[in-house]
């Protein structure tokens, strides 16, 4: 089977830009969350979905924008782009994260995006 | 305060040593807790969960202490392969979902 998805590998954008990340999650995963990674540093969330809706968001601003589609793919979208968005983004699909105890998250490869 | 803290290292360890990380949490109603790898570059990879009786995968043992709200890991023999950033992740359950936290992680050198 097919493991998480993401696209475009790379991107580079300028200052005030937008921008737009996909990820399609492991086939049977209804749940995608996306983080922010910056070198010397681990993943940082930024937004979490479940069958299609927003069940929860961290500290990014508004700038910060996110949808999943009714196939469990998602975008990421970020507007009026700076240079401290540089970083690796990450998707990451898991089955089911309600309950008690959730299940474990597995990664895509990341869109690393560089903000000139 | 960090969610989740642990010693950056890098911890540098011949061939075949037992090498030990420690992770702390400071949220007592967090409920599940993993062990990722991260080589350079790329993305975290599942290595285990974590389960309060603790549990074995091989040549890594993970522990979790709730008292003191610690989790462990420690891997045997270790091998070239190994050298890699460990990332420690705890989920705590906010409103309506599991948020995962991640530390900063321990950067592993295993050296011939």
């Known amino acids: 089977d097919a493991g998480v998805t993401q696209s475009p590998t790379h991107l580079i954008k300028t200052r005030g830009q937008q921008v737009t990340l996909r990820c399609s999650p492991i086939?049977?995963?209804?749940?995608v969350s996306w983080y922010q990674q910056v070198l010397g540093q681990g993943p940082q969330f930024i937004f979490q979905?479940?069958?299609?809706?927003?069940?929860g968001r961290g500290n990014f601003p508004d700038r910060f924008s996110a949808r999943q589609f009714p196939n469990y793919s998602s975008e990421l979208n970020v507007n009026a782009l700076l240079l401290g968005d540089s970083a690796l983004y990450l998707c990451?699909?898991?089955?089911?994260?309600?309950?008690?105890?959730?299940?474990?998250?597995?990664f895509g490869p990341g869109t690393r995006l560089t903000v000139t | 305060r960090k969610e989740v803290e642990q010693d950056p290292g890098p911890f540098n360890v011949p061939e075949g040593a037992t090498v030990a990380f420690n992770c702390t949490y400071s949220?007592?109603?967090?409920?599940?807790f993993f062990w990722y790898r991260q080589d350079c570059r790329k993305e975290p990879k599942l290595l285990m969960s974590?389960?309060?009786s603790g549990n074995e995968d091989g040549r890594f043992t993970a522990q979790l202490n709730r008292a003191s709200q610690y989790i462990s890991l420690l891997i045997r023999d270790s091998k070239l392969s190994d050298s890699a950033t460990y990332l420690c992740?705890?989920?705590?359950?906010?409103?309506?979902?599991?948020?995962?936290?991640f530390g900063s992680g321990t950067k592993l050198n295993v050296k011939p």
């Open positions: 974590v389960y309060s």
């Open positions: 979905y479940y069958e299609k809706e927003e069940r």
């Open positions: 949220n007592s109603a967090s409920q599940s």
């Open positions: 086939s049977g995963h209804k749940s």
């Open positions: 992740v705890v989920t705590t359950p906010l409103y309506n979902f599991n948020k995962f936290y």
């Open positions: 990451a699909s898991s089955l089911d994260p309600t309950g008690d105890y959730p299940y474990e998250q597995y």
